[in-house]
């Protein structure tokens, strides 16, 4: 419920309620922090360009030019003088708001790239100390097997040893 008593607060955050909320820095930046009049551009040219636009808008000229020249209605009759301001005055407006969107798409792919760029530095970096680590493993690795090797060597000298003196034990030799 809307009242005249209501905060701009309370309104504000309800309006921000019903806007999805982006976990992407960039969507973020771009649609959640962007002006009013940033929204609104992206909103009517989203619209625009939309099959949803050209049917209603092709239905409305239909009916304009069918209603005048059958004339249904009378306020423009051939050569549609009303209709044709009409498509100028949407024209005028359709230009700059579809260039404000263009600019902001831009915008929004650099600063996506700058971000995947920076994610892409962090996971270098990531890996790197990663190979580090596994080389450090691995020369580590390279002295315990070479110390387990010297302790085989160790054990096969006192089992000879062994061996050795068991035999010279033997009351047979």
């Known amino acids: 419920m809307t009242g005249p008593k209501e905060s701009a607060g309370i309104r504000a955050a309800r309006a921000s309620a019903r806007r999805p909320v982006s976990r992407h820095p960039v969507n973020r930046a771009m649609t959640e922090e962007a002006p009013l009049g940033a929204r609104i551009a992206d909103k009517v040219?989203?619209?625009?360009?939309?099959?949803?636009?050209i049917i209603v808008q092709t239905v409305i000229v239909v009916i304009w030019i069918g209603g005048n020249v059958v004339l249904f209605f009378h306020f423009d009759l051939y050569p549609f003088i009303l209709l044709n301001l009409a498509f100028s005055t949407q024209a005028a407006y359709a230009a700059p708001l579809i260039l404000l969107a263009g600019n902001r798409q831009a915008l929004r792919d650099r600063l996506t790239l700058e971000h995947?760029?920076?994610e892409a530095d962090i996971e270098d970096k990531q890996n790197v100390e990663l190979l580090k680590g596994n080389k450090e493993l691995a020369q580590g690795n390279q002295e315990?097997?070479?110390q387990v090797e010297s302790l085989e060597q160790r054990i096969l000298e006192l089992e000879?040893?062994?061996?050795?003196?068991?035999?010279?034990?033997?009351?047979?030799?």
């Not at 040219?45 to 636009?53: A, L, R």
Request: no cysteine; hydrophobic share 40%; glycine share 14%.
């Open 45 to 53: 040219t989203g619209f625009m360009g939309s099959w949803k636009f």
């Open 160 to 173: 000879t040893n062994i061996l050795a003196r068991l035999d010279g034990k033997q009351p047979g030799k």
């Open 116 to 118: 995947a760029a920076s």
């Open 144 to 146: 315990i097997l070479k």
